[in-house]
């Protein structure tokens, strides 16, 4: 306690020898004033000659000032990156999460049109139904342990991504991978906002009629939009915004109603699909009868899992978002492992007995349940009016959920660390639905193979992120971080590494991890490349995940870094991970600053 308080005085002494150099440079200008000339023309001239320079900077700093986010916080926008209230860890107030809400987090963003379709990937590569069902098993297994394993330093020591992040990379080569997470972020949140406004459209068709969009006429010289299509998207997307206003803690309430209402759309649908059909279903059919050898079924057996990895890379990296906000070390834990694979293995098997059914009906595989949904409508019955407009809007309520949770909190949160002087989590998100109107998602969504291959793309780049990240908490470090190092610019901060802010072996792993995959990502934008490039690619999230861990473990063990714990070897079978509290870290943060 003496020692604090002795710093303390210090840092006042140095704040208040700061606080009295300007007076004395405001004072000796005072006096050469007085020493010039009191000319009147001088001065109207002066006047005449800087009115329009100081008019616009009063503009600019006036603009600055409402745009700002904190008006109380001083220093400059790299001490506001740094440390704000919007990044710092989150104290027990905010800490609500208890294992059940990551339960209901995860129905809520399963239950929803993407997932549906999951499992035409392995169908239309040949796989059996029941073959796609298993490798959608495996491949959110996999996801499962990815997505608990970088939950960990959000659970124990309450960072958020853009946080985490800095402690393997650097502080401000940080801000790369921040900007890679939101640019899926804001792809992601369009399509899906897209998707929402297709539920709108059907929900405007069975109260309007199915030639509605006929009648609504069509403005728009776009072969993948017309004006109806766009009113729709436009209607989901104004419907999405006020959701946008409450921070993630208080989102709990909204994700657990999703739980609880999207399933009882999802099982209506399978219901009412098999009662259609008359309870006669035709798997069998739905790969439209293909017969592939075992080499060609085993790549396809890969492809179908890696699709699960390609779909949720991005769910991968931003996981500290949410893990932050548990109650202990156990909320993040089991309960996201085991609900993960269970919530997209009974979404899959629902979309696959409705497709089923639905063939067994037209004779057409419709993987989306809104084209089945389309379908139904056309009977336009007052039964089949009804049963449509209320699925189409647990779908819609499904999208909202899925994008507020996948993306508009996590790009809101990660625009903060970009520019957290004028940006808040808030902002973000409400910046990032504007951008989503810019990326023209019936586009993207015209053509599923872009889509994929754009998919396929990021998980190239965010996969050898994720290894870095991991096999420097897990291997490195062995579980331990100095929080207030995390917050601090200071030559001697373990995590600024260097007058760069860049810890150069992490850039190189990830630099390595990209590039097995590269050709092969070329080859499929239609490059031609070799057959083993392309089986490379297959593999795109394990090769980069696993080569980013291996090179950056390699580089750290030839070339030490700081912010170990002490007497600890990469080699060495020992734990270091410990709980943190942070009810007075802005306190605290001061003194770890005044320190030298």
């Known amino acids: 306690m003496n020692k604090l308080d002795h710093m303390s005085e210090n840092k ?166 921040v900007l890679n997470r939101v640019v899926m972020a804001c792809v992601w949140y369009s399509t899906m906002a897209y998707l929402g406004g297709q539920c709108v459209q059907l929900m405007l068709k069975a109260i309007f009629g199915t030639d509605l969009d006929r009648r609504f006429g069509n403005g728009i010289k776009n072969n993948n939009l017309d004006s109806f299509q766009l009113v729709s998207f436009i209607i989901y997307w104004i419907f999405s915004l006020p959701f946008l206003w409450f921070p993630p803690h208080k989102l709990r309430g909204i994700f657990a109603a999703k739980a609880f209402i999207t399933p009882l759309g999802a099982f209506a649908l399978l219901i009412w699909s098999v009662r259609k059909c008359g309870g006669s279903v035709d798997l069998g059919a739905l790969n439209a009868g293909k017969d592939v050898s075992t080499p060609v079924r085993a790549w396809a057996v890969i492809r179908s899992i890696m699709s699960a990895m390609d779909n949720m890379s991005t769910l991968v990296l931003n996981a500290p978002d949410f893990s932050r906000f548990g109650k202990n070390k156990r909320a993040a834990l089991w309960s996201q492992w085991i609900s993960i694979p269970l919530c997209f293995g009974v979404i899959s098997l629902l979309g696959i007995v409705c497709v089923s059914a639905a063939y067994t009906i037209y004779g057409v595989n419709y993987w989306s349940p809104l084209d089945i949904l389309a379908r139904y409508l056309q009977g336009f019955s007052s039964g089949d009016r009804a049963g449509v407009f209320l699925i189409a809007a647990v779908f819609a309520f499904d999208q909202l959920g899925a994008n507020l949770s996948q993306n508009a909190i996590p790009a809101g949160t990660d625009m903060s660390a970009l520019l957290p002087k004028f940006i808040s989590i808030r902002r973000g998100s409400y910046i990032c639905a504007c951008l989503s109107l810019c990326i023209c998602p019936w586009n993207l969504l015209a053509s599923s193979s872009k889509f994929t291959t754009a998919l396929s793309a990021y998980a190239v780049f965010l996969s050898a992120i994720a290894g870095v990240i991991f096999a420097d908490y897990y291997i490195v470090r062995k579980g331990y971080i100095d929080v207030f190092h995390c917050y601090s610019k200071k030559p001697e901060s373990y995590y600024k590494y260097n007058r760069w802010g860049t810890n150069w072996r992490a850039v190189v792993a990830y630099v390595v991890g990209i590039v097995p995959n590269f050709p092969g990502f070329l080859g499929s934008t239609g490059v031609h490349v070799t057959e083993g490039s392309m089986k490379v690619y297959y593999l795109n999230y394990f090769i980069g995940y696993l080569l980013g861990a291996i090179v950056y473990t390699a580089l750290v063990y030839f070339f030490p870094i700081d912010g170990v714990p002490e007497d600890t070897k990469i080699t060495d079978f020992v734990w270091r991970e410990q709980w943190v509290e942070v009810e007075d870290f802005d306190y605290q943060r001061q003194i770890f600053e005044k320190e030298s």
């Open 12 to 177: 006042v002494e140095s704040g208040a020898h700061v606080s009295v150099q300007p007076l004395e440079d405001s004072k000796s200008v005072e006096e050469v004033s007085v020493n010039e000339p009191n000319s009147v023309d001088l001065e109207h001239q002066s006047k005449w000659a800087s009115s329009g320079t100081s008019k616009a900077s009063r503009l600019r700093r006036l603009f600055l000032d409402f745009i700002e986010v904190n008006h109380n916080q001083e220093g400059s926008i790299v001490d506001a990156f740094v440390y704000n209230k919007e990044l710092r860890p989150v104290e027990s107030s905010r800490r609500t999460w208890s294992w059940k809400y990551y339960v209901f987090f995860w129905i809520s963003g399963t239950f929803n049109v993407n997932t549906w379709q999951i499992s035409a990937t392995g169908l239309q590569l040949g796989l059996k139904w029941w073959q796609s069902w298993i490798c959608i098993w495996f491949g959110y297994l996999f996801v499962s342990t990815f997505v608990v394993l970088a939950s960990r330093v959000g659970n124990v020591y309450h960072l958020s991504f853009p946080i985490a992040c800095r402690v393997a990379f650097g502080t401000y080569f940080s801000l790369w991978i």
